[in-house]
């Protein structure tokens, strides 16, 4: 048997692993050959292959990004483009596909697999924010960077007097923002799921100063105000009227500094969040993905991807991937309110 | 209300972010008051207390250790020990307990719960050998720090000709180094839970320098070669006949320079692995804990201890901390196996 | 005698290791008292104090932060200031002071000793733009915590397709950002020194996409483009005419976005550079010249601040620190452009 | 021109960070051609090459280890070494050697330089006991690595009570225990340089636990005891008369639990001191020397080595570089002292 491997959609932490154990475990069991495709998508539309085998697998466990590059690529978008899939795949005597990606990725790999092509998915949001698994690698990885960020704040701001805010990904999800905040120790943390208001985090930020603390405050790159509080926002300006900031992290600390006249500081994490090396969890994570994943192609299990359950690794429909997205429920985002101010 | 909290048991990363949750909670949303025991059950027993509020929590969360100190002091195996204990709380005015700790702390707290103390337990083994919880607090930062060593061994393996050996924490279960083995890229992985062919392993060693790259060996403490290779070993002698060495690390390096010819060299990462700054998963999971842990007192849900379930935090009886030691199953060392040689 | 000590200015990695120091060697060396001023020069200003003792210096190594706070005030711009300090030390029988501090800080204690106050000083410059030390503590863990973002950045950049930018500290000094850029790798390095050509920027960009790698560039927060360059910059928007971003870095985006066609995205690291724990480095420095300003003060070396030369501490007038900003010479900065591109 | 680098010796974080500047420099601004040796002074003598170009050095300036391989053959102990060596330099083309290593590597070409070959050398010590150059590259990567492993034992230490002992590198020189101790704050460092007083030790130890916090002890490999206390160490058996443990940090444990009646603990770091990604300045100090390197060879500047010497980079006799080993002063040992017990 051939198999095709790819990688979609943004980085994360741990595709790495998911490849090196599919062509581990498929080679040193199951004896298939590989076929790595290039930049998601994008490879097997238009026939963009490198090897894959154990030599090209050596070493790479520890290294973030993916050694088969990544795209956003559609063929579903591009004219005639799943037939030249199909005519890609039958040429190259590609027997199966593995998938590595998110809702995106994951989406054509479903529709590629009610026209007939066998898939088997692994799933990949660093925002961990897929409903069909316990948590998705790279988002430990993630997290760990963020807090890392908010423990080096906290010094500076025991010792110093500005409000300090780190703005994080997510998007539409906030747990990133939320367990990194746990994690951290925040004083505030705001995710796109809840509106904030920014009266009610000016008084956190005045009541954690009052006791002689600089306040931390974590936002989501997703997350917005209060509709009543976006004038500002809206015009493309920032409190004072200047020309507006670069994110909603800049734009909160112009609000904050306005309306408290304390000094307002804004970190933003960006990519590093997305690359170097993967945690622990998130390797192990991913090298179990990537055996179970290998493991349904044997068993012709297509159409599916792989999901964690409890300590289990377990494989789901593919749809599953793609259908609702879990997003931080009002009860846990409570759990972490009493720690705020 | 007033709530005593002990920690009892050897040092787990992660400690003093449960008991920063338990009190936050506790004065926060509940009104409580705490009495903080000092050093596990040492200190209902001789009446050893100190302050515990908000003022005593703030800044504690990323750090190792305890605030509380610990002990391994068992009230059962003292005369009158179990009645101190009840004069002691009943003088201080403690109506209830959250305890900490592992197998011999919360068999303690099992105990003083049949005998009418008002108990809630929090598990804690950096081993993670606990069936009643997916995962316990303190693993995942070991993991990531023997995972850290082994990342660092491999650079030093591709550009030199010796073997090496990290031995880590696993005296009765292999979890620690299943997980660092995984995610580090080890070579072999030797486990309690299995008992080892130093032939074997010396066949592994071999085949990979033939492929021109040095082996690592990740060890548990608790590890154990084959009955029939062990002569050495039971003599106290390595397999030069010299005097023994420290650990079963040291032991395999000497059998592997003695049958390959090779050079081997051993990490001993011993209390590392307990010390320094929890992890985000570590935080998170102990934090989550501490909340779930006042929430029981607060319910009256006494005899109880909190556990990890999935992604959600559950109540199960304390009992169940010690009763089935959970070992690597078989099952999931073999998928490891995959990565061996 | 008794001795105050006080750290004035910007945070940095390593006031704690040098207060300890002086505190140490003080106390059981040369049997000193000590009196911890708060807030910088705000503190024998405004007569606030704080308990300094080994017990107070205990566990502070590792901690970023000041345990005494920082301040910019200066008392020469307050009326009578200068004799409200004199009257304070008075009164709280201070006999001479040990000033942990930037340029500042110590051009205080500069006047002060002119005005007959017995100082030294200890000079802090995250920057390392002090001419009168080979080094300055902090500079060493900002340059890591730089390097170690670029790092992550390198895996995402390999996968991906667009230009990464980090924004790093350095208003007048490029040290940071050279060091920094040197030893994470990256492909272009800009700093205050020497205006940038945004059309050179953009040719480097171009020809690492051509060679299939994404660029990497760090920008320190001071760097300008080239006067004809500056347009947008001018009128505070960017290169699509929206409303200028953050900083530099966010400008440098749109330019290269709207230049090349390309993306870009920008990490703002900020105060993170700051805070948390020190390096190795910056800690033995600290330390070593904690411990060379109380033996001065013991030698009555008044009016001298600690500073190291090769690998020893030597003093040099207080003066020396407020004299030459020492920036990144020329020929520095061209040893580093052979690995741009 | 045609140049040849190779690498000898142990293993030191930095050595691929000397040879992608050798080679940037030497392509990019000379327009040379490379040729790498294998394995240290092996390749020149067996003719063993490899490619060595841009696209060889790209991605490694991160990574430990060498992307040549290493050794410890010196071909003045083989039967006609010097002469193979020649004739294979002669038949490649190679018309001058970079030589990146150790006392013993440096020796080699130091005598190689005398008979005629052109040589430039690089020094490379992870123990920094070299008098010619302030630092050599490793050691700070490997005084961080040992620094982190004290700062996690601290917080086991606050909260329980054994004795911890960490074994460092340094057979000879003691540099990595003293500043690794003092960037810990370890509360006894023992080095090669002073045999070391077990009994002074132990009451350090008392003393610390009745402070009510435990000991911590950083211990070189080479360390020793007083000639008086040396008897069981002789006799190959610990305190209590057991076979001998592992290393001088076992022998210690072992000492201090018989002595004092405390248990202790002891952490072998080993090879992780060798491996890993190098720190910011070793980095750009492994650059620096490298890009010097280069510029040595273009000058004709042979039978030289680059050295530190404050902030610049020399170029010194390759002989100073195996003459005199720099030990730790005692001087500089005191001002350690200050921080015992």
Same mark, same amino acid.
């Given at each position: 048997?051939?198999?095709? /491997?790819?990688?979609?959609?943004?980085?994360?932490?741990?595709? =790495?692993?998911?490849?090196?154990?599919?062509?581990?475990?498929?080679?040193?069991?199951?004896?298939?050959?590989?076929?790595?495709?290039?930049?998601?998508?994008?490879?097997?539309?238009?026939?963009?292959?490198?090897?894959?085998?154990?030599? $090209?697998?050596?070493?790479?466990?520890?290294?973030?990004?993916?050694?088969?590059?990544?795209?956003?690529? =559609?063929?579903?978008?591009?004219?005639?483009?799943? &037939?030249?899939?199909?005519?890609?795949?039958?040429?190259?005597?590609?027997?199966? !596909?593995?998938?590595?990606?998110?809702?995106?990725?994951?989406?054509?790999?479903?529709?590629?697999?009610?026209?007939?092509?066998?898939? /088997?998915?692994?799933?990949?949001?660093? &925002?961990?924010?897929?409903?069909?698994?316990?948590?998705?690698?790279?988002? &430990?990885?993630?997290? =760990?960077?963020?807090?890392?960020?908010?423990?080096?704040?906290?010094?500076?701001?025991?010792?110093?007097?500005?409000?300090?805010?780190?703005? /994080?990904?997510?998007?539409?999800?906030?747990?990133?923002?939320?367990?990194?905040? !746990?994690?951290?120790?925040? =004083?505030?943390?705001?995710?796109?799921?809840?509106? @904030?208001?920014? $009266?009610?985090?000016?008084?956190?930020?005045?009541?954690?100063?009052?006791?002689?603390?600089?306040?931390?405050? /974590?936002?989501?790159?997703?997350?917005?105000?209060?509709?009543?509080?976006?004038?500002?926002?809206?015009?493309?300006?920032?409190?004072?009227?200047?020309?507006? !900031?670069?994110?909603?992290?800049?734009?909160?600390?112009?609000?904050?500094?306005?309306?408290?006249?304390?000094?307002?500081?804004?970190?933003?994490?960006?990519?590093?969040?997305?690359?170097?090396?993967?945690?622990?969890?998130?390797?192990?994570?991913?090298?179990? @993905?990537?055996?179970?994943?290998?493991?349904?192609?044997?068993?012709? &299990?297509?159409?599916?991807?792989?999901?964690?359950?409890?300590?289990?690794?377990?494989?789901?429909?593919?749809?599953?991937?793609?259908?609702?997205?879990?997003?931080?429920?009002?009860?846990?985002?409570?759990?972490?309110?009493?720690?705020?101010?």
């Amino acid at each position: 048997m051939r198999i095709g /491997v790819l990688t979609g959609g943004g980085d994360c932490p741990g595709l =790495n692993a998911v490849i090196r154990a599919v062509v581990r475990k498929g080679v040193g069991v199951y004896g298939y050959e590989f076929v790595g495709f290039r930049d998601g998508w994008k490879g097997p539309l238009e026939g963009m292959t490198q090897e894959l085998g154990i030599a $090209e697998v050596r070493g790479i466990l520890p290294r973030g990004g993916t050694i088969l590059g990544s795209s956003r690529t =559609n063929p579903f978008k591009i004219d005639g483009g799943v &037939d030249r899939i199909r005519e890609n795949l039958h040429s190259l005597g590609v027997d199966a !596909l593995v998938a590595i990606g998110g809702e995106d990725t994951l989406g054509v790999a479903t529709k590629l697999h009610e026209l007939g092509v066998n898939v /088997v998915g692994v799933p990949k949001t660093i &925002d961990n924010d897929l409903n069909a698994t316990d948590y998705t690698f790279g988002f &430990d990885t993630a997290v =760990n960077i963020a807090m890392e960020a908010i423990d080096r704040l906290h010094t500076t701001a025991e010792s110093h007097h500005r409000a300090l805010i780190v703005e /994080v990904m997510g998007r539409h999800a906030g747990w990133i923002a939320l367990h990194a905040g !746990l994690a951290g120790g925040a =004083n505030v943390i705001l995710i796109p799921e809840q509106r @904030f208001s920014i $009266e009610r985090v000016c008084a956190y930020v005045e009541s954690r100063f009052e006791s002689h603390y600089a306040p931390i405050i /974590v936002i989501a790159e997703g997350a917005m105000p209060l509709e009543g509080e976006m004038s500002t926002l809206d015009k493309g300006v920032d409190a004072f009227g200047h020309a507006r !900031l670069g994110g909603i992290g800049d734009w909160l600390a112009s609000e904050i500094e306005h309306r408290t006249g304390k000094e307002a500081r804004t970190t933003v994490l960006g990519h590093i969040q997305r690359g170097g090396t993967p945690t622990a969890f998130d390797r192990v994570l991913a090298t179990r @993905f990537g055996l179970h994943a290998i493991d349904a192609v044997n068993a012709g &299990d297509f159409g599916k991807m792989v999901a964690l359950r409890s300590t289990d690794i377990v494989t789901v429909p593919l749809a599953d991937a793609t259908t609702v997205l879990k997003t931080v429920p009002p009860e846990f985002y409570s759990e972490a309110e009493v720690f705020f101010g």
